[in-house]
């Protein structure tokens, strides 16, 4: 069946501008994740969501990064006013129930380059 | 908080060498322990798990044993092929937490023919 899938797989943005990244997790899947993985600091969760619950955000590193999951399917992860540092693999994962014994599926991930 | 810490790679084996990849952990209490691999060009899949102490994950030849007392995960291939060349992470999940990875570092690892 299909996998988790993600859009755009690579972006370029100017310092700056908005960005905003796709995931389509796993038909049925209720909890999806948002990692981040940059040279500097490895694999980092970013955000947490579970079927209609309020998300966990405990993992965003700045009040410039959002994200939200519409009919608890699709997500998007806004990233405002872009910094350089900001450049890194975004990658999107889901589970079945959110459970920590669970396997998460992953995606491609989105390559965000801010010049 | 808790933690992962994995040997620092790269590592370069030749073909048919024995592999052994390092992993300790820091749990406030029981969590899972999982290793993920990232074969070039590819996303990250899971390579085995393992939920409870003295558990045995085990999948392509691979096997990593829950060890409580060590607190550790290390992660064992007794021949490993070309194929195998790729970033191998090592990650745990807190129980009652809602599963979100912690992850080590990532080893990379070339296998030669």
């Known amino acids: 069946g299909a996998g988790v899938s993600q859009s755009p797989s690579n972006k370029v943005t100017e310092k700056g501008k908005d960005v905003e990244l796709r995931c389509d997790p796993i038909s049925g899947h209720t909890a999806l994740y948002w990692y981040r993985q940059s040279l500097g600091q490895g694999l980092e969760f970013l955000i947490y969501?579970?079927?209609?619950?309020?998300?966990?955000k405990s993992g965003l590193p700045s009040d410039r990064f959002s994200a939200e999951r519409t009919g608890g399917s699709v997500s998007t992860l806004t990233i405002q006013r872009t910094q350089q540092e900001d450049s890194a693999v975004y990658l999107c994962?889901?589970?079945?129930?959110?459970?920590?014994?669970?396997?998460?599926?992953f995606g491609p991930g989105t390559r965000l380059l801010v010049l | 908080g808790d933690s992962v810490t994995q040997m620092e790679g790269p590592v370069t084996l030749s073909e048919e060498a024995f592999l052994t990849i390092n992993c300790t952990y820091t749990?406030?209490?029981?969590?899972?322990l999982f290793w993920y691999v990232q074969y070039p060009g590819e996303g990250l899949q899971l390579l085995l798990k393992?939920?409870?102490?003295?558990d045995k994950g085990s999948n392509k030849g691979f096997e990593a044993t829950y060890r409580k007392e060590t607190t550790s995960f290390h992660l064992e291939k007794g021949s490993v092929q070309v194929s195998d060349s790729a970033v191998y992470f090592c990650a745990l999940s807190e129980k009652g937490s809602q599963g979100n990875l912690i992850f080590g570092k990532g080893t990379k690892l070339s296998v030669k023919p």
């Open positions: 393992a939920t409870k102490a003295d």
């Open positions: 969501f579970q079927g209609n619950s309020a998300p966990d």
């Open positions: 749990a406030t209490g029981y969590p899972s």
């Open positions: 994962a889901s589970s079945d129930e959110g459970q920590p014994q669970e396997t998460q599926y």
